[in-house]
């Protein structure tokens, strides 16, 4: 008979200890993580924030800038009807002086919708402002400003979901630490041990999702 074999207190008091061991660790690792996670959190609704405040500020210029562009082409419009006036008139002195005093932008537009002879041909452009050549710098501006507002607004968004995908991963992670503390608390090993390896799938599937994630 070997005097050495374990007996079978000394195997339930080791299997505890491991029990216990492995609790702890999974809890602690769980622990970190969760407060990791939190920070992250935090993070990510600050850029939410931030961006959010950006795209709202881009999206005002751009109104702004549409607006001015209304009222530029407003005066575009009174000064080419002006002209034209003075052209139907035969009062050419006026005309040369107001076509002189065209902004480029009208300039541009109109000397191209002139060269397409709107007086005899039938599918010209009804003035200047239809030509493709006639772009205001603000409408572009307006345009650009549009398209920052829209990227801002989709990167609030993607942040936002970053920040609750992290508060997600807490709750996962406290999960964890709630099966961690309950195995070894069970009368029967076999429950200890399911307990145990649940909250070990469970925290090495956070972990995978987690590392997954943006970091800020």
Same mark, same amino acid.
């Given at each position: 008979?070997?005097?050495?074999?374990?007996?079978?207190?000394?195997?339930?008091?080791?299997?505890?200890?491991?029990?216990?061991?492995? @609790?702890?660790?999974?809890?602690?690792?769980?622990? %970190?993580? =969760? $407060?990791?996670? +939190? #920070?992250?959190?935090?993070?990510? @609704?600050?850029?939410?924030?931030?961006?959010? %405040?950006? $795209?709202?500020?881009?999206?005002?210029?751009? %109104?702004?800038?549409?607006?001015?562009? &209304?009222?530029?082409?407003?005066?575009?419009?009174?000064?080419?009807? /002006?002209?034209?006036?003075? /052209?139907?008139?035969?009062?050419?002195?006026?005309?040369?002086?107001? #076509? $002189?005093?065209?902004?480029?932008?009208?300039?541009?537009?109109? /000397?191209?919708?002139?060269?397409?002879?709107?007086? @005899?041909?039938?599918?010209?452009?009804?003035?200047?402002?239809?030509?493709?050549?006639?772009?205001?710098?603000?409408?572009?501006?307006?345009?650009?400003?549009?398209?920052?507002?829209?990227?801002?607004?989709?990167?609030?968004?993607?942040?936002?979901?970053?920040?609750?995908? #992290? &508060?997600?991963? =807490?709750?996962?992670?406290?999960?964890?630490?709630?099966? +961690?503390?309950?195995? +070894?608390?069970?009368?029967?090993?076999?429950?200890?041990?399911?307990?145990?390896?649940?909250?070990?799938?469970?925290? $090495?599937? +956070?972990?995978?999702?987690?590392?997954?994630?943006?970091? #800020?």
């Amino acid at each position: 008979m070997n005097n050495f074999a374990p007996t079978s207190s000394q195997r339930n008091f080791r299997f505890d200890r491991w029990i216990e061991f492995l @609790s702890a660790a999974v809890m602690a690792l769980a622990a %970190i993580c =969760t $407060a990791w996670c +939190g #920070y992250q959190a935090a993070r990510w @609704s600050g850029v939410q924030a931030v961006t959010f %405040i950006e $795209a709202l500020a881009a999206h005002q210029d751009s %109104i702004k800038q549409a607006n001015q562009a &209304v009222l530029t082409q407003s005066r575009h419009v009174l000064l080419f009807v /002006e002209w034209a006036s003075a /052209e139907s008139l035969d009062n050419q002195v006026q005309a040369n002086f107001l #076509y $002189a005093r065209f902004p480029p932008e009208l300039k541009r537009a109109a /000397e191209a919708w002139l060269k397409s002879e709107p007086e @005899s041909n039938p599918d010209a452009p009804s003035s200047p402002f239809s030509m493709p050549e006639y772009v205001l710098e603000q409408n572009e501006e307006a345009a650009n400003l549009d398209k920052f507002a829209d990227e801002m607004f989709a990167g609030a968004t993607q942040a936002n979901q970053t920040a609750d995908n #992290y &508060v997600l991963l =807490t709750v996962i992670f406290a999960t964890v630490l709630f099966f +961690g503390g309950i195995s +070894g608390k069970f009368k029967s090993r076999t429950v200890d041990l399911v307990v145990l390896i649940v909250a070990f799938l469970l925290f $090495a599937t +956070g972990l995978v999702v987690m590392l997954s994630f943006p970091v #800020y």
